[in-house]
Antibody, heavy 119, light 107 residues
Framework: EVQLVESGGGLVKPGGSLRLSCAAS????????MNWVRQAPGKGLEWVSS????????YYADSVKGRFTISRDNAKNSLYLQMNSLRAEDTAVYYC????????????WGQGTLVTVSS | VIWMTQSPSLLSASTGDRVTISCRMS??????LAWYQQKPGKAPELLIY???TLQSGVPSRFSGSGSGTDFTLTISCLQSEDFATYYC?????????FGQGTKVEIK
């Protein structure tokens, strides 16, 4: 069974930093591209960042480029999101999500972790 | 950037109704479109990918159609468990984009 478990969310002040983690199990993590997607309270889904299986290809939304860094450790079956210079508008539930190996759509999602940026 | 227009934003319907949700792209994406269902407090779940392929385990009352710029999600006979918010997403190119969402509520 595919499982994605996010952690690391919490309350942080504007300008602060936070590192999210996603522990993957139930599939060969090193073969799959992974994503972070966020959802502000009461709002829609927003794609944040994607990373290919070997970290060769990395993409960011303009809203986080230069502030957030996606990375992965295939030996630890883990995905990360380092978030710096956080703003109030970064407040959201952050989901870790897997891309299908062949069809490339996002097929499995974690339960999410809440990040609140407030003074 | 590929812009997406999803409509309607709110749909009031009754159990047993046939409902249709539309997603229009600012440029062609072939069939690289997925539909997700999200219930309050839960993560999204994949319903349809490649515009019309039903994800394993998803009831056959859900169907998708379209290619290029215009896509549709249809629920043929609305069930109580289908009252939720639905999103389209293009995965043709980065940045990936989502539609604004359609909340299907009980009339």
């Amino acid at each position: 069974e595919v499982q994605l478990v996010e952690s690391g969310g919490g309350l942080v002040k504007p300008g602060g930093s936070l590192r999210l983690s996603c522990a993957a199990s139930g599939f060969t993590f090193s073969s799959y591209s992974m994503n972070w997607v966020r959802q502000a309270p009461g709002k829609g889904l927003e794609w944040v960042s994607s990373i290919s299986s070997s970290s060769s290809y990395i993409y960011y939304a303009d809203s986080v480029k230069g502030r957030f860094t996606i990375s992965r450790d295939n030996a630890k079956n883990s995905l990360y999101l380092q978030m710096n210079s956080l703003r109030a508008e970064d407040t959201a539930v952050y989901y870790c999500a897997r891309d299908d190996l062949v069809a490339t759509m996002t097929d499995y999602w974690g339960q999410g972790t809440l990040v609140t940026v407030s003074s | 950037v590929i812009w997406m227009t999803q409509s309607p934003s709110l749909l009031s319907a009754s159990t047993g109704d046939r409902v249709t949700i539309s997603c229009r792209m600012s440029q062609g994406i072939s069939s690289y479109l997925a539909w997700y269902q999200q219930k309050p407090g839960k993560a999204p779940e994949l319903l349809i990918y490649a515009a019309s392929t039903l994800q394993s385990g998803v009831p056959s009352r859900f169907s998708g159609s379209g290619s290029g710029t215009d896509f549709t999600l249809t629920i043929s006979c609305l069930q109580s468990e289908d009252f939720a918010t639905y999103y389209c997403q293009q995965y043709y190119s980065f940045p990936r984009t989502f539609g604004q969402g359609t909340k299907v509520e009980i009339k």
